[in-house]
């Protein structure tokens, strides 16, 4: 290789270098933007999943309200249906005290009362 070929050959090698460092820069500040942006992405997630923890929670203090409200419906229904079933018995015995009441007054109509008639004032 003479003295020419051989300065080419350096000078192509010191091109490719210089190519190389500038490639590796751009490449450095890409890989720099792209931190970034990750970092952007991981702080976006977190923020998310807090979220979500927070809406797990209030889901769950909700499924206990909606549990609790179930429940105390349920011991309204049993008391309705209790109050409904003595309403019920005391209109049985009510209608019987006055079919009752309304026997006595038919029959002391009728003279059935089981009482002589009071004598007639005409004696």
């Given at each position: 290789?003479t003295?020419?070929e ?11 270098q210089a190519?190389l460092?500038?490639k590796m820069g751009?490449?450095s500040d ?13 702080d976006s997630?977190?923020a ?6 927070i809406?797990?929670r209030?889901?769950?203090v909700?499924g206990?309200?909606?549990r ?8 309204a229904?049993e008391?309705?249906r209790?109050?409904d ?8 015995k ?7 009441v309304?026997r006595?007054?038919s029959e002391?109509?009728?003279?059935k009362n089981?009482?002589s ?5 005409a004696d």
């Amino acid at each position: 290789m003479t003295f020419e070929e051989m300065e080419r050959t350096m000078q192509f090698v010191v091109e490719q270098q210089a190519q190389l460092t500038i490639k590796m820069g751009q490449l450095s500040d890409t890989v720099d933007r792209l931190s970034i942006k990750v970092d952007r992405t991981a702080d976006s997630v977190n923020a998310l999943l807090a979220v979500a923890e927070i809406h797990d929670r209030e889901i769950s203090v909700i499924g206990e309200s909606v549990r609790a409200v179930d429940e105390r419906q349920r011991e309204a229904n049993e008391r309705q249906r209790e109050a409904d079933e003595r309403a019920r018995e005391t209109t049985e015995k009510l209608n019987a005290l006055i079919d009752t009441v309304e026997r006595m007054i038919s029959e002391r109509k009728n003279g059935k009362n089981g009482k002589s008639e009071p004598p007639s004032s005409a004696d």
